[in-house]
């Protein structure tokens, strides 16, 4: 979180509100951009079959029946549609952007802060007081709170 943070600020501090959400836009066109764009084309390659894995093992345990001959087949087929879709998505909508940041300040700032929290006080109950406990709470429902208002405004923004 610290070293993403550490990114964003000073990406922000070069380009200040003409920030792009992808830093890349900003940068001018080059050798050194075609490869960084390159090695990003090749992450998101390489780390797209590991995201998708949790969502095709539920598919899979839920249209095909592995008793089946040709459940092989069907197997390909609904990762193929699946990768499909994923894509079709993509493309369809306007501003993926900001449905991401939506999503990113409200569901992402719950898991890597409040969850966290609660299990180290669900571990280690003792080791904290009360204050602290509700303390932690209500500074991780503020920082989702506060990263979802700026995160509408900034979708908002992006429509007018």
């Known amino acids: 979180s610290i070293v993403l943070l550490t990114f964003g600020e000073l ?16 940068m001018n066109s080059g050798a050194l951009l075609q490869a960084l764009d390159g090695v990003l084309m090749i992450n998101l390659i390489f780390t797209f079959p590991i995201q998708m894995f949790p969502v095709t093992e539920i598919l899979d345990k839920e249209f095909i029946d592995p008793q089946q001959p040709s459940a092989e087949h069907w197997r390909t087929v609904l990762r193929g549609l699946v990768v499909l879709s994923v894509g079709v998505f993509g493309i369809l909508v306007p501003s993926l952007g900001g449905l991401l940041g939506v999503m990113g300040g409200f569901c992402f700032t719950f898991i890597g802060i409040l969850f966290p929290v609660l299990f180290f006080l669900i571990l280690f109950e003792e080791l904290m007081s009360g ?30």
């Open 11 to 26: 990406g922000y501090m070069v380009y200040g509100s003409a920030t792009e959400d992808m830093i890349t836009k900003n």
């Open 131 to 160: 204050c602290k406990f509700w303390g932690l709470i209500v500074l991780s429902i503020l920082a989702g709170s506060i990263s979802m208002l700026v995160t509408v405004n900034a979708v908002i923004d992006m429509a007018d």
